[in-house]
C-alpha cells in the first residue's frame, strides 16, 4: 500500500486549499482513510477521517465546520477540503490509511494507521 500527498501550499488566512491523497493497493473502499497534521515542535494531530461503505466523517473540534473530508473509491483518492484557514492550521498534513477498525475514538489515534503517505505542506500567513 502507498499513498501519495499533494495539494500543499501558502495562502493567506481565511483562503482555501484541498488536498488529495492518491492510494495504491487492494481493495481501497474497505479502508479507513484519515489526515494527520504535525506542526513544528508539535506531535502529530489527528484532523479528519472516512471510514469505508458510506463513508461516515469525524472531524477534530478545531476544524470542525471549516474542513470537509471525502474519497472516492472509484479513483483510489481521498481529498480534504480546507476552507476559512487560520495560521493555527500550518502544519504538514499526512494521509494514513488502515484495513483495521478497533473503535470509533481509536480511529483519532495515529497508531491506529498502518500506512502512511509523506506529507505536504500547508503554511497559512496571517
Known amino acids: 500500500v502507498q499513498l501519495q500527498a499533494s495539494g500543499g501550499g501558502l495562502v493567506q488566512a481565511g483562503g482555501s486549499l484541498r488536498l488529495s491523497c492518491a492510494a495504491s493497493?487492494?481493495?481501497?473502499?474497505?479502508?479507513?482513510m484519515a489526515w494527520f497534521r504535525q506542526a513544528p515542535g508539535k506531535e502529530r494531530e489527528f484532523v479528519a477521517v472516512?471510514?469505508?461503505?458510506?463513508?461516515?466523517?469525524y472531524y477534530a473540534d478545531s476544524v470542525k465546520g471549516r474542513f470537509t473530508i471525502s474519497r472516492d473509491n472509484a479513483k483510489n483518492t481521498m481529498a480534504l477540503q480546507m476552507n476559512s484557514l487560520k495560521p493555527g492550521d500550518t502544519a504538514v498534513y499526512y494521509c494514513?490509511?488502515?484495513?483495521?477498525?478497533?473503535?470509533?475514538?481509536?480511529?483519532?489515534?495515529?497508531?491506529?494507521?498502518?500506512?502512511w503517505g509523506q506529507g505536504t505542506q500547508v503554511t497559512v500567513s496571517s
Open positions: 493497493g487492494p481493495s481501497f473502499s474497505s479502508w479507513i
Open positions: 472516512i471510514t469505508w461503505g458510506l463513508g461516515s466523517t
Open positions: 494514513s490509511a488502515t484495513s483495521t477498525f478497533r473503535s470509533v475514538p481509536a480511529m483519532r489515534e495515529a497508531t491506529h494507521y498502518n500506512y
